[in-house]
């Protein structure tokens, strides 16, 4: 007898699936990959969600068909694949985390990807279920801060969707656009583009349970922070500044933006980052560069906690660069600094969750 594919797709009309009460031709379950090899013939069968309760019987159903309406001694090998589940909708996005955390700068070049990494790791090495999603779209920096570059995250399939999966290394979770674009030619994409590729980090990748998801936030106030707002339920806002006056006047905006009666996001705490020089040959000297306490008094002005001071030293930058970040070792200055401000995020973040209602997602008509 010699097969061909109209036997196949003529037998598989007689199955009926349940899910639809239409035979799996109508419900166009059978995928295009037919394969007809002598007397064996093979071909997928797509569902609509992995859990599908009528799987293995309408699989037993389409080889007992062919067995039947074509021939009995038919070897039959029938594949499964599972229809992309819808996104969940906004306000059920990440249901197993417990904190999403937006470290924000109101000025670019104050450190805030170095501190949010570092108080990433931070939370890892105390303990903590900790993921960190690099949202500046056009200025990535995680890949290279973590020592990731070559990365590429691969794709799971879980609960019906195809999920991309989390780089991980420090014991984050990390995932960053720079993962899918050359490192070397700049991001030319319009807002809507932008927007589109950042929800898709967040709402189409297999985040888990996590204590901890931090928000490496672009510096300024711009579409990505809406579009941040308008899909999460922040917990709490971390402003990072240097303590020169420009980027205190910066700051002011940043923490203005989460306070708008629009908005609604708890500041946790401001960093002062770069809070002084101290070279390595004198480790008990501090030197002033950019003014001295500028987020320490902005802080007090705004009444807001000041969670840490971190200092400049060279290693801060030469460890980021190197991919290895400073809080991967706790025993030097910088690196009890950066545990230091994650157990007072920890604080906070508590304290927040004790004596203020959960934050509502942003609705910007």
Known sequence: MTLYPKLITDALATVVYPGTKKNLIESEMLADDVRINGMKVEFTLVFPRETDPFLKSTVKAAEAAIHYHVDKDVEVTI??????????????????????????????????????????ISLARLGYKVGLLDADIFGPSAPKMFGVEDARPYSVQKD??????????????????????????????????????????????????????????????????LTLLQTLSITGAVIVSSPQKVALADA???????RNDKVNVPILGLVENMAWFTPAELPQNKYYIFGKDGCKNLAEEMQCPLLAQI?????????????????????????????????????????????????????VD
């Open 79 to 120: 594949k499964t694949e599972f229809k992309n589940a819808a996104r969940p909708e906004v306000g059920k996005l990440l249901p197993q985390v417990k904190n999403i955390i937006a470290v924000s700068s109101g000025k670019g070049g104050v450190g805030k990807s170095t501190v949010s990494s570092n108080l990433a």
């Open 160 to 225: 019906g969707r195809t999920l991309i999966e989390p780089i991980e290394k420090y014991g984050v979770k990390l995932l960053s656009i720079g993962f899918f674009i050359d490192p070397d030619t700049a991001t030319l994409w319009r807002g809507g583009m932008a927007t589109s590729a950042l929800k898709q980090l967040i709402a189409d990748a297999d985040w888990g349970e996590l204590d901890y998801f931090i928000l490496d936030t672009p510096p300024g106030t711009s579409d990505i922070h």
């Open 252 to 258: 002011r905006k940043g923490i203005d933006m989460y």
């Open 311 to 363: 200092p400049i030293v060279q290693s801060i930058c030469e460890s980021g660069d190197a991919g290895k970040p400073a809080a991967c070792n706790i025993d030097t200055m910088t690196g009890q600094a950066f545990i230091n401000l994650a157990q007072a995020v920890v604080t906070v973040t508590n304290r927040r969750n004790k004596e203020q209602a959960p934050t509502k997602i942003v609705k």
